[in-house]
């Protein structure tokens, strides 16, 4: 009685099993992709554009839920020859795709620059990126700020070297600041005191190569553990802001705010 019983117990269990497998496979099946449809608005190969949608829409997995494309000079002048001819070709590529009763709810092609030099209202999204922070237009004012603070403050002696490579030499006994910020976390990595950061309202000098996780810098009489260090953008006395910085480190702004890693803390003012 008892090898009965676990026996079967043993084929329930199995069943029991199988069939949620088989329901999972099931629920798998039935559940679909949804699908964002890029179009090539500058090449203008609609007819190849429309086949694939369709292709999309005819594929029982997918659910066509978007349509997008991105425009690639709309930073020049407003109303430039190729900018006018993507939005062209999009918006051909859309009213082509209703006459084939295929509307995506989600059309975007809008970048920053094309948010504020095109009239794109026709569009249900749009894309700002370096918009959100202020940047990528003089119509814009930025408004994020990175700092750090001091960890660190100590003298080295005449002839020391800071830095891979020590490519910087104190020439004199120096007084040194250490902050816990470095190329991992956004820093463009650049020659010995070509970057510079602002301290207790003073312009301070990155000497040496950056490490991952921290840089060196100028210190003088007074500065303390844990003063703030503005990297860019805080609007106080001698502020360096995103574009100067990106400048010095021979880089673009789109280029620090794209590699702002996990690590640096995110506030955000309301």
Do not use: W
């Not at 699908?35 to 090539?40: N, R, V, Y």
């Amino acid at each position: 009685m008892t090898q009965r019983s676990e026996h079967g117990g043993g084929e329930s269990a199995e069943k029991s099993i199988a069939q949620e497998c088989e329901q999972e496979e099931r629920e798998t099946a039935e559940r679909r992709i949804r699908a964002f449809h890029k179009s090539d608005a500058y090449l203008a190969y609609l007819a190849r554009m429309i086949e694939a949608a369709q292709q999309i829409v005819a594929d029982p997995k997918f659910e066509l839920v978007g349509l997008m494309s991105h425009l690639c000079c709309a930073t020049e002048k407003v109303n430039n020859k190729p900018t006018l001819k993507q939005l062209e070709i999009f918006r051909k590529i859309r009213k082509d795709l209703a006459d084939l009763n295929i509307n995506p709810p989600l059309v975007h092609i809008g970048n920053t620059a094309g948010i504020l030099n095109y009239d794109l209202s026709d569009f249900t999204l749009a894309r700002s990126g370096s918009g959100i922070y202020g940047y990528g237009s003089n119509k814009l004012t930025p408004i994020m700020d990175i700092s750090s603070k001091i960890i660190q403050l100590k003298y080295v002696p005449k002839g020391a070297g800071i830095g891979y490579d020590r490519t910087f030499i104190a020439h004199k006994k120096t007084y040194i600041g250490i902050i816990p910020i470095g190329y991992a976390d956004f820093l463009p990595l650049t020659k010995s005191e070509e970057l510079s950061v602002i301290v207790n309202g003073t312009k301070r000098k990155v000497l040496g190569l950056e490490s991952m996780d921290q840089i060196v810098i100028e210190a003088k009489k007074g500065d303390k553990l844990g003063d703030e260090v503005d990297i860019f953008g805080k609007k106080n006395k001698n502020f360096i802001s995103g574009e100067e910085f990106a400048k010095m480190g021979h880089t673009t702004i789109y280029n620090i705010l794209t590699h702002i890693g996990s690590r640096v803390d995110h506030i955000y003012i309301l």
